[in-house]
């Protein structure tokens, strides 16, 4: 994955390559209001952008809440879309609950498994930016053996 980010960033906040070629672009939205639900125009301006970038998934965070109805209707059309040069387009859309289900799921996965000597070791084998880690898979992989 290579990190991205920031205004004007083109609407990519990361992406995924799948060899040399561009699989996945993750777009990030933080609110500082996360009672409201994300609007179906983010979910408008990535599908654009996976076109644009010719790239067939996408993978739409937001802080917020929820999803609007309209915007997971689009995000759902966007999804059933087949473009003949990328193939069936994909676009996931991760909410606030999504994210926190996510954490839950990986504390319960991994704590089992993980010493305190575990938990300092993750900073020599994490690579850190703008505040995010990449973790070797490989490490992961070792506490879900």
Request: hydrophobic share 40%; net charge neutral; charged share 30%.
């Amino acid at each position: 994955m290579k990190q991205l980010g920031g205004t004007k960033d083109g609407g990519i906040d990361g992406y995924i390559l799948k060899g040399d070629k561009l699989s996945t672009i993750i777009q990030v939205k933080w609110r500082q209001d996360i009672d409201r639900a994300e609007a179906v125009s983010v979910v408008r301006e990535v599908g654009g952008t996976l076109l644009s970038r010719g790239a067939p998934n996408g993978i739409l965070v937001s802080n917020r809440k929820r999803f609007s109805r309209p915007a997971i209707a689009e995000a759902a059309a966007i999804s059933n879309r087949h473009e003949t040069e990328l193939g069936k387009l994909s676009l996931s859309l991760i909410d606030y609950q999504n994210i926190l289900d996510m954490l839950e799921f990986s504390n319960r996965k991994l704590s089992n498994r993980m010493t305190t000597e575990d938990l300092w070791d993750i900073h020599s084998k994490a690579c850190v930016f703008d505040g995010a880690a990449k973790i070797s898979e490989d490490f992961v992989k070792a506490f879900l053996d």
